[in-house]
């Protein structure tokens, strides 16, 4: 195919051929091989091959031409990133799909940096001309000598993949999904014969990425990713009450076996039919308990962020203070991990070239490193922590959580939930809020139980919990040793993009939060 391809034509001809919801030829044909780990990358004897060159025209002389006008008026720093996505998804309601779409993506994204200000742009159409003026907007932030751009262009496989699918996405029709589909519906029906309705919203898709840096490294990943979200709705003594579960990764149809069906249905109607039951706890201060799995996102969202690398070489976080100094109980280790087997949040590399890693914030009480970007890493003298990622090619990679959890602590989920006195247990969350500066969070909490004498009693519904995330990780006085990472499709907002995370923590005690029960 000739380097001359504009998107408008590409998605014209490619949506003309795949009314099977496949990929173009691009995603069939790369020269990729299956690592021993299960991920579906470049192999070593392959490192060599350009997979964007086949279909798209894009040789070495073009990343080498576009680099160098990238950097033509000086960069510390500069960077392509191609991307060619495919995602589809359905909508399965009262037994029939009531929305069913596909989505072709495509482009590359120019980023130019010096210090630590970032010029970029990004263009739709692959042709060199187009690369070239994005080249030059992205470089209009530069005001110095040309840097040396790349003589050579390494192309570099990778050693270890943390994903793969059997039967890529690409592959995979409507008549494949849709049994799985309505099995979920029918499982969901079938548990409670108060069950009214069900709704599954299913999405899958795959990306490739191709990122050359200034050096001439040329680095690849294809990115997989599934999710199903179950919705019921139930109808008992008059009352109406609704909820749901959602199982999700970096995954492909082989995952969605029975068990997995059979798992998220029943939390989808467990969490519907306990609503009736449910009341509201009185408000005020009190301890809570914080349940394993879901209740990661309070670790995330008021914790985790406080510790990406710019918000603290910006002076915005409230832990920019705080390195080397005791954060936590000795207990408490803090991990953000890109290298999950098929999580969600997992990562071959960064969306900057670096090979994710396995990152300890806090060890042991003490906060040791951020999550780094390699503008922060360059700040603050350390190495990137394969933390910098971007929503998609028209967005430049800022530091960015991946897989955020907590370890096991040394206490059983009896004594912590006897060493709460009398407080609420916190179960599944649907949303929150979070204050980066000062840390203050508000999480709306949709299932839980209240503590009464060190047991827990009755169900609650549709609270709020308040705090700050600094003083919440202090008074974590407890932890057990039964931390999981949450199953479901968590996305990550920030700044205006949006990334797949995953995130996890062991039931642990805060010794007090703000509740808003029925009296606030």
Known sequence: ????????????????????????????????????????????????????????????????????????????????????????????????????????????????????????????????????????????????????????????????????????????????????????????????????????????????????????????????????????????GGKTQSNSANIAGRRGLEFFTEAQLELVTKQAVDRTMILFEAGRPPAGEMPVVLAAGPSGILLHEAIGHGMEADFNRKGVSIYSEMMGKKVAEEFVTIVDDGTLEYERGAINIDDEGNPAQRTVLVDKGYLRTYMHDEISAKQYRANPTGSGRRQSFRHSPMPRMRCTFMEDGPHSREEIIAGAKNGILAETFLNGQVQIGAGDYTFYIKNGYRIEDGKVTEPIKDINIIGNGPETLRKITMAAADGHLDTGGWTCGKNGQSVPVSQGIPTVLVSALTVGGEDA
Not at 31 to 50: F, I, K, L, V
Not at 60 to 65: H, T, Y
Not at 118 to 124: D, K, L, R, S, V
Request: aromatic fraction near 6%; proline fraction near 3%; charged fraction near 25%.
């Open 1 to 236: 195919m000739s380097a001359d391809i504009t998107r408008r034509k590409f998605i014209r001809d490619a949506t003309a051929t795949t009314a099977a919801l496949s990929m173009p030829t691009f995603l069939e044909a790369c020269g990729a091989s299956r690592s021993a780990a299960g991920g579906t990358m470049p192999s070593e004897s392959n490192a060599g091959h350009n997979p964007f060159a086949d279909v798209f025209g894009i040789d070495d002389g073009i990343i080498r031409r576009t680099l160098a006008a990238l950097s033509s008026r000086g960069a510390d720093q500069a960077d392509l990133y191609f991307q060619h996505s495919l995602s589809s998804s359905l909508v399965y309601q009262d037994g029939i799909v009531s929305q069913a779409s596909t989505s072709i993506d495509l482009g590359v994204g120019l980023r130019c940096v010096v210090g630590d200000q970032t010029g970029y742009a990004y263009t739709e159409e692959l042709t060199e001309k187009a690369m070239r003026d994005a080249a030059q907007t992205a470089a209009l932030i530069a005001r110095g000598k040309a840097a040396v751009g790349p003589q050579q262009i390494r192309h570099t496989g990778l050693r270890k993949g943390f994903y793969s699918t059997k039967v890529p996405w690409r592959d995979v029709g409507i008549d494949k999904k849709l049994p799985i589909i309505r099995r979920a519906a029918e499982l969901a029906h079938r548990r409670d014969p108060a069950v009214k309705k069900v709704e599954i919203r299913w999405s899958d898709g795959e990306s490739r990425v191709m990122i050359a840096t200034l050096n001439g490294t040329v680095v690849y990943d294809e990115r997989p990713m599934a999710r199903m979200y179950v919705t019921v709705t139930a109808e008992k």
